[in-house]
């Protein structure tokens, strides 16, 4: 799909406008290491990536509301408009745009008319990638962009946050819409998620690619077990505190957890908070190895995450164990592991350029053998966050 292509539908969609139509891209993102750490208060690794989402928007000249969706084009256009702004099942995924523009809107930054929005996304739908926070952040950057609001990013990102939590229902931290929102070509994000202050890692891949090798194992994050997951880890800190003046799980370290894990007294809620806190300790030690320039010490602490979210936090599954095992097989893996919730979704993989190919044919073949279907393989990059990618552009 190219530019010009969703031009030529925009044109057909909407009707012609006298407004100047503009053009922004949201990436989807990966977590590098770090998983179900954000809502325990730790620190996570993502980054952007060149995948994603775009958008044409224009503004009307009323208060109409109108989206379409090239991934699902048979919904046609959704329609709503800036005086109501309610979760509407039947309007699918435009409740992403319409819980942030109703979430700008209560939040002083008021849209002096309607728009309308095409959008195209190149992230595989459901592989836990983070379309919904890529629409989101897609919708916030253009909107504040062509209204002028001057909304300053980190208020964006935790928009995007607020209506996947309040508006969508998904009790999800906030990683997905930060990385995606403050995403930087070439580099990782070292984000804690208790202050927000965060650090950028140069993540220069020059003799290695990033393979993300998606199940096609579909997962629907609202009816997953993610929200049983954080109430895991919530019940496990509350039987913590009685020994330990803390507000989250990321603020142990693995030795004072060990001293105090006997207060957490069923063995399954024992593991989730280890994974928690071992998680966290694993991302800090990531960033540390990639300051050394020491990519195989980055690679050993992936695959001693993937183990522990397999072992400890279970949301992995057959098919997602299945392509990591088949990945760390291959002599060109320096690390592997899944990213995002889990429960289906998507695995990455750093490979040697020279053994791609290779990696992606072995990988694919043992996937499929096993599991009875394909999966599917990607060549990322790690891109820039949200962004208006030209003004140029008259329809």
């Known amino acids: 799909m190219d530019i010009q292509t969703m031009e030529r539908k925009f044109q057909e969609i909407f009707s012609q406008g006298r407004n100047e139509a503009r053009i922004f891209f949201s990436p989807g993102r990966i977590n590098l290491i770090g998983e179900h750490t954000d809502y325990n208060g730790g620190h996570v690794f993502p980054c952007a990536i060149t995948f994603g989402t775009y958008g044409i928007a224009r503004k009307r000249d009323d208060r109409q509301i109108r989206v379409y969706s090239m991934n699902f084009e048979d919904t046609g256009v959704i329609e709503f408009t800036l005086d109501v702004l309610d979760y509407d099942k039947k309007h699918s995924w435009a409740n992403y745009p319409k819980g942030m ?5 209560e939040a002083g930054w008021k ?3 309607g728009l309308e929005v095409l959008v195209y996304g190149n992230i595989p739908n459901g592989a836990g990638l983070s379309s919904s926070a890529s629409i989101e952040m897609l919708i916030g950057v253009a909107v504040n962009e062509m209204f002028d609001l001057n909304v300053q990013r980190l208020d964006l990102v935790k928009l995007g946050k607020k209506v996947e939590n309040e508006f969508i229902g998904v009790n999800s931290g906030i990683m997905d819409q930060f990385a995606i929102g403050m995403g930087k070509e070439n580099c990782g994000i070292l984000l804690d998620c208790n202050t927000l202050k965060y650090e950028y890692a140069p993540f220069n891949l020059t003799d290695h690619k990033i393979i993300i090798m998606n199940t096609n194992k579909r997962r629907e994050l609202a009816d997953s077990k993610y929200n049983e997951r954080r109430s895991e880890c919530e019940t496990a800190l509350g039987q913590l505190k009685k020994a330990a003046p803390i507000d989250s799980l990321g603020e142990l370290t693995e030795e004072e957890f060990e001293a105090i894990k006997h207060l957490v007294t069923d063995e399954v809620l024992q593991r ?21 320039s020491d990519l195989a010490e980055f690679g050993r602490l992936m695959n001693a995450s993937h183990r522990s979210l397999r072992d400890d936090y279970e949301v992995t599954g057959t098919e997602l164990d299945t392509l990591v095992e088949a990945a760390w097989k291959h002599e060109g893996t320096i690390g592997a592991r899944m990213t995002g919730a889990g429960f289906g979704g998507c695995a990455i993989a750093i490979v040697a350029n020279e053994r791609v190919d290779e990696f992606i044919s072995q990988a694919g073949s043992e996937y499929k053998e096993k599991i009875g279907y394909d999966a599917t ?7 820039d966050g949200a962004k208006e990618t030209t003004t140029e552009v008259l329809l």
Do not use: P, W
């Open 111 to 113: 849209l002096s008319s």
């Open 377 to 383: 393989f990607y060549v990322a990059s790690i891109g």
């Open 272 to 292: 989730r908070a280890k994974h928690a806190v071992s998680e966290n300790q694993r991302t800090l030690q990531a960033m540390k190895a990639l300051k050394d």
């Open 101 to 105: 523009i109703r979430y700008l809107q």
